[in-house]
Every structure is written in structure tokens, then in C-alpha cells.
């Protein structure tokens, strides 16, 4: 494997693009904000960094199944062409973490860019919002990706056409790569 795999707080960089997300299944609406950050990366020539957690947070809190184990999620940024991985242990003692806390985190990426999603919520209690992470980096956001039924793409909606033995449907949003 050539991404490279770090723990919270173990890299630092001079300049980043970076996106931060649970990124179970790595679906294709997970697809294209990765590509857009792989993009943006080459572009200002700098490493594409994938800030993500094991396990995916909704699993954790809610007891769900996951989609890719940690193995596999970790496969797929790869061939997106990430750079740069940094997987954080989601468990009772990091829910405890506060936003202020992941954002100093985030701050020794350097990041020229962060890639979120419109409703992107951090830190314990959710508290983080976009705002917040907007006052202090340049927070950028992709359209979301719907499937043919004009639904946005979601790992719940995999999940749920999993769990209810629609293969073919959840193989479709989760695309070959
Ligand atoms: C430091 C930190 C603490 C978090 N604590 C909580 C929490 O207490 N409750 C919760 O529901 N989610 C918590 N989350 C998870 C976020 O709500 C969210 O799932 C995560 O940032 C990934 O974003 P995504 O769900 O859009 O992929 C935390 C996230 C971070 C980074
Ligand atoms: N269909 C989509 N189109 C574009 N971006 C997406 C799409 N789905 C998720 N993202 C983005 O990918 C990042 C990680 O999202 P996350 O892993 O929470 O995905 P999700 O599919 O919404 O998961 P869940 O259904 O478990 O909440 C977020 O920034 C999110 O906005």
C-alpha cells in the first residue's frame, strides 16, 4: 500500500488540501469529493489528505453495520490517489474531544483547503459547525451526488439496501474502483 497512515496528531505539513469525513463504503458521492480534493492537491502541488475515523462515527454511536472495514475504506482512497491518511480511533474517550481541540489538530496540516459536506458536524455533541471551521481555514463544499431516482447518495442508504439484500442497488452506488 502507498498511501501512508498516520494517528491523530502524528503528521505536520507546510501545505495540505484536506477533507474529513466517516467516508464508509467510499461511495460514489464520497468518490467525487475525493477526486476534487486529488484534483485540488495536484493543482497547488501539495499532499491530499484524508482525515477519517474507525470506526465510522454512525456505527459507533448507533451500533450500525459497516460497509468497508477499515482495510478495505483504506484500498479505495488509494487508488483515488490520496496521499495521505490520518485515522482516528472513534471511541468514548474521542466523542469526548471539543471542536476547538480537532481544529488546532487541523491546524498543523496547513491546510489551503478543508472539503466538507454542506452539513458537516465535529467534535463532542456535534458542537463544530461549518461556521466555525470556515472563520479560521477556507472551507469549500461539493454539490451532493444523487442517484438515478434523484436521491442524494448516502452510506444509510447503502447500509439500508444491504440489510435488506438489495446487492445489486447498493453495488451500483458504491461503484467499482
Ligand atoms: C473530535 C470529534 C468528536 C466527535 N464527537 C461526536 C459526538 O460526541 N457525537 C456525535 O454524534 N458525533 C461526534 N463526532 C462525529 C461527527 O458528528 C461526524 O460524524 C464526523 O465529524 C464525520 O463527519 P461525517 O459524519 O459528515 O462524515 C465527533 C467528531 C470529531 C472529529
Ligand atoms: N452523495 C454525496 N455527494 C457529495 N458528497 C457527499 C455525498 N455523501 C457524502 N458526502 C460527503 O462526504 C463526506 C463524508 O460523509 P459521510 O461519510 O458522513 O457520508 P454519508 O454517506 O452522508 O454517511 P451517513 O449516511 O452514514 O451519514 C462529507 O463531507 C459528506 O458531505
Redesign the pocket.
Known amino acids: 500500500m502507498t498511501v501512508r497512515l498516520y494517528r491523530p496528531h502524528e503528521l505536520s505539513l507546510s501545505s495540505s488540501v484536506v477533507?474529513?469525513?466517516?467516508?464508509?463504503?467510499v461511495?460514489?458521492?464520497?468518490q467525487?469529493?475525493i477526486r476534487k480534493v486529488v484534483e485540488r492537491a495536484a493543482m497547488f502541488r501539495v499532499p491530499a489528505v484524508v482525515y477519517t475515523f474507525d470506526p465510522?462515527p454512525?456505527c459507533y454511536l448507533k451500533n450500525m453495520p459497516m460497509i468497508t472495514p477499515i482495510d478495505e475504506k483504506l484500498k479505495r482512497l488509494e487508488k483515488l490517489g490520496v496521499d495521505e491518511v490520518i485515522v482516528a480511533r472513534f471511541n468514548e474517550h474521542y466523542i469526548t474531544r471539543s471542536a476547538a481541540s480537532f481544529m488546532e489538530e487541523l491546524r498543523i496540516l496547513h491546510p489551503v483547503e478543508i472539503?466538507?459536506?454542506?452539513?458537516?458536524r465535529f467534535g463532542r455533541n456535534r458542537e463544530g459547525s461549518i461556521d466555525e471551521l470556515a472563520a479560521v481555514f477556507h472551507v469549500r463544499?461539493?454539490?451532493?451526488?444523487?442517484c438515478d431516482s434523484g436521491e442524494?447518495?448516502?452510506?444509510?442508504?447503502?447500509?439500508s439496501l444491504i440489510t435488506t439484500g438489495r446487492w445489486k442497488e447498493a453495488e451500483k452506488l458504491l461503484g467499482i474502483i
Open positions: 477533507t474529513v469525513g466517516a467516508f464508509d463504503g461511495h460514489l458521492g464520497h467525487a469529493l465510522p454512525r472539503w466538507v459536506g454542506r452539513d458537516f463544499s461539493i454539490d451532493p451526488i444523487r442524494v447518495i448516502s452510506s444509510t442508504r447503502i447500509r
